[in-house]
């Protein structure tokens, strides 16, 4: 017999609970400078428990092709990467009206 969602009472194979944390965030992507002149694209804004963020971030660096982390709540990637990461967080799943690039 399989298990059942704690949270939506569905089985597991049919629980919506990730969809529903991913429609529900405002993401926010930016860049900073850092020493030596170093550019990082910051991704900000995910907050949900129910979202694998080492898993997210893995895809992240794997798909821009860089190195990253993912501390603090905040995913850090290495380089410029603001106009592509959109694309990538709503193959991800996140809604594209609640990612904001500045």
Known sequence: MSEVCPKCGLPKELCVCGSIAKE????RVKTVKRRFGKVYTIV?????KDIDMKALTKKLKT????GGTYKDGVIELQGNH???VKEHLVEAGFLP???KVK
């Open 24 to 27: 529900s965030q405002t993401i």
């Open 44 to 48: 900000e804004g995910i907050t949900d």
């Open 63 to 66: 798909k821009l092709a860089c």
């Open 82 to 84: 603001k106009s592509r």
């Open 97 to 99: 009206e609640s990612i």
